[in-house]
């Protein structure tokens, strides 16, 4: 049984835990005047963010746990706000850094070299000896937005152009996530033409990422030739992305009043230029052997890591653990899907399966041509619980949100990057120092995406 998220909500008399897997989704309800919850991440180890955050979230004691540090509150978060319970209102916040600075107890001193390493709302930590990754630490929600609980009581409308900002880079997964969340509670059927379009941009959205990923990828081991090749392809895509749909990251593309007004045939000399393009850096890296020599057997996953800690997208598709939302779905499977995948766990398969999906995506996005959109509106809503499951191109997002009279009472997202982050510090370990940034890009992350 494949564990994928666990997370609380506030009902009147109690907690309810909601414990998301594969095959059945558990329930359980726990009392709210000394509430606790046992941990499952002995089992699951990937569990343990989901309930260091629970418990930074409404207080909830995790029993059983081997990590209770804090997840979401950082050092001078304060200790007794629990920021999504419905009792709490504060719309700012007072910094308790003064009651930090004149407290006293045994603090750690750390002997040897550290480095601090930024990225986006995340922070790293590791320890090396001889220029070899002893240790690595991740240490995310710098930048806690809040998300969660800024949508409570808002309508699914009022609530749209926030949510489909939460990642940048997904932008486009995001919103068709949210927009199945809506289509299931206004018991409705997209038009197929509807869904086309929006597949168009799902999988142009995954290209360009994919492009993006590997431009890095080529800089961090100094195949710059390699890196500005991928960041002019990237340049193009994202140029036509705006041409598309008025933004460069795709915001605000899924609109079902606007949709005709959008013509993807449009796109297709850039699609066809970029196939002649990377079948023509394929053939580069063929007399090439030196770049794939930077990319073996660096930042590797092992395939039972990746069953324990429920990773997903290409890291799970890198072991060839065949996981992607889109090979089950009779429509993508009407326009060509083929799920790629490797063995090797390494940052080369990474980079491969990226190649490889690439020209999926390419192969299915023509198919696109000449497809008519009229508008199309969803109309009233169901009060219930709604969960969608999109596969993004970091690996599979889910969606969860309660309607209560017609307006939001409960959000709740498991970006791909939330399990895929609690990998590093296992494929970090034991590689070399100067291989670090390759291994972090060559896995993809968001981590403004986990700070909701």
Not at 35 to 43: D, Q
Not at 272 to 285: A, P, R
């Given at each position: 049984?494949?564990?994928?998220?666990r997370?609380?909500?506030?009902?009147?008399?109690?907690?309810?835990?909601?414990?998301?897997?594969?095959?059945?989704?558990?329930?359980?309800?726990?009392?709210?005047?000394t509430?606790?919850?046992?941990?499952?991440?002995?089992?699951y180890?990937?569990?343990?963010?989901?309930?260091?955050?629970?418990?930074?979230?409404?207080?909830?004691?995790?029993?059983?746990?081997?990590?209770?540090?804090?997840?979401v509150k950082?050092?001078?978060?304060?200790?007794?706000?629990?920021?999504?319970?419905?009792?709490?209102?504060?719309?700012?916040?007072?910094?308790?850094?003064?009651?930090?600075?004149?407290?006293?107890?045994?603090?750690?001193?750390?002997?040897?070299?550290?480095?601090?390493y930024?990225?986006?709302?995340?922070?790293?930590?590791?320890?090396?000896?001889?220029?070899?990754i002893?240790?690595?630490?991740?240490?995310?929600?710098?930048?806690?937005?809040?998300?969660?609980?800024?949508?409570?009581?808002?309508?699914?409308?009022?609530?749209?152009?926030?949510?489909?900002?939460?990642?940048?880079?997904?932008?486009?997964?995001?919103?068709?996530?949210?927009?199945?969340?809506?289509?299931?509670?206004?018991?409705?059927?997209?038009?197929?033409?509807?869904?086309?379009?929006?597949?168009?941009?799902?999988?142009?959205?995954?290209?360009?990422?994919?492009?993006?990923?590997?431009?890095?990828?080529?800089?961090?081991?100094?195949?710059?030739?390699?890196?500005h090749?991928?960041?002019?392809?990237?340049?193009?895509?994202?140029?036509?992305?705006?041409n598309?749909?008025?933004?460069?990251?795709?915001?605000?593309?899924?609109?079902?009043?606007?949709e005709?007004?959008?013509?993807?045939e449009?796109?297709?000399?850039?699609l066809?230029?970029?196939?002649?393009?990377?079948?023509?850096?394929?053939?580069?890296?063929?007399?090439?052997?030196?770049?794939?020599?930077?990319?073996?057997?660096?930042?590797?996953?092992?395939?039972?890591?990746?069953?324990?800690?429920?990773?997903?997208?290409?890291?799970?598709?890198?072991?060839?653990?065949?996981?992607?939302?889109?090979?089950?779905?009779?429509?993508?499977?009407?326009?060509?899907?083929?799920?790629?995948?490797?063995?090797?766990?390494?940052?080369?398969?990474?980079?491969?399966?990226r190649?490889?999906?690439?020209?999926?995506?390419?192969?299915?996005?023509?198919?696109?041509?000449?497809?008519?959109?009229?508008?199309?509106?969803?109309?009233?809503?169901?009060?219930?619980?709604?969960?969608?499951?999109?596969?993004?191109?970091?690996?599979?997002?889910?969606?969860?949100?309660?309607?209560?009279?017609?307006?939001?009472?409960?959000?709740?997202?498991?970006?791909?990057?939330?399990?895929?982050?609690?990998?590093?510090?296992?494929?970090?370990?034991?590689?070399?120092?100067?291989?670090?940034?390759?291994?972090?890009?060559?896995?993809?992350?968001?981590?403004?995406?986990?700070?909701?």
């Open positions: 049984m494949r564990f994928i998220a997370f609380a909500k506030e009902q009147e008399e109690c907690f309810e835990i909601i414990t998301v897997y594969d095959v059945r989704t558990i329930k359980e309800k726990i009392n709210k005047l509430p606790t919850l046992v941990s499952i991440a002995k089992e180890p990937s569990a343990t963010w989901f309930e260091r955050k629970i418990t930074d979230d409404f207080g909830i004691e995790i029993l059983y746990s081997t990590d209770k540090r804090p997840l950082h050092e001078h978060f304060p200790k007794d706000i629990y920021p999504m319970k419905k009792s709490f209102e504060k719309l700012t916040m007072e910094s308790n850094s003064e009651k930090i600075e004149k407290s006293t107890g045994s603090h750690g001193i750390i002997l040897g070299p550290t480095h601090p930024h990225l986006e709302s995340s922070q790293f930590q590791l320890f090396e000896g001889n220029s070899e002893l240790h690595f630490e991740t240490m995310p929600f710098y930048k806690y937005r809040a998300i969660e609980k800024m949508v409570e009581g808002m309508s699914l409308e009022d609530a749209k152009p926030i949510v489909e900002r939460i990642s940048g880079t997904n932008t486009v997964a995001y919103q068709l996530g949210y927009l199945d969340i809506w289509r299931q509670a206004s018991k409705r059927t997209l038009p197929k033409t509807i869904n086309v379009q929006h597949m168009f941009f799902l999988e142009l959205e995954r290209v360009l990422n994919h492009i993006n990923d590997m431009a890095l990828m080529c800089r961090f081991i100094n195949f710059l030739e390699g890196s090749f991928f960041m002019k392809l990237l340049e193009e895509g994202r140029e036509t992305m705006k598309l749909s008025g933004h460069r990251f795709g915001f605000g593309v899924v609109n079902l009043t606007n005709s007004e959008i013509k993807v449009n796109g297709f000399d850039f066809n230029h970029l196939e002649k393009e990377l079948i023509w850096f394929e053939k580069w890296m063929k007399v090439k052997p030196s770049f794939w020599k930077e990319l073996v057997r660096e930042g590797v996953i092992l395939k039972e890591d990746v069953k324990a800690f429920g990773l997903v997208g290409l890291v799970a598709r890198s072991v060839a653990i065949d996981l992607d939302c889109r090979k089950d779905s009779l429509f993508y499977n009407e326009y060509g899907f083929v799920s790629a995948s490797e063995n090797m766990g390494d940052t080369s398969s990474r980079f491969k399966i190649l490889t999906e690439i020209h999926t995506s390419l192969r299915m996005m023509r198919k696109v041509l000449d497809n008519r959109v009229l508008p199309f509106f969803l109309g009233t809503t169901k009060d219930g619980e709604y969960t969608s499951f999109i596969e993004s191109s970091a690996g599979e997002l889910m969606m969860y949100l309660e309607l209560k009279d017609e307006k939001i009472n409960r959000f709740f997202i498991r970006d791909p990057s939330f399990l895929n982050a609690q990998i590093l510090s296992r494929c970090m370990k034991n590689n070399e120092m100067d291989a670090l940034g390759v291994i972090l890009k060559s896995i993809p992350l968001s981590f403004s995406a986990n700070d909701l």
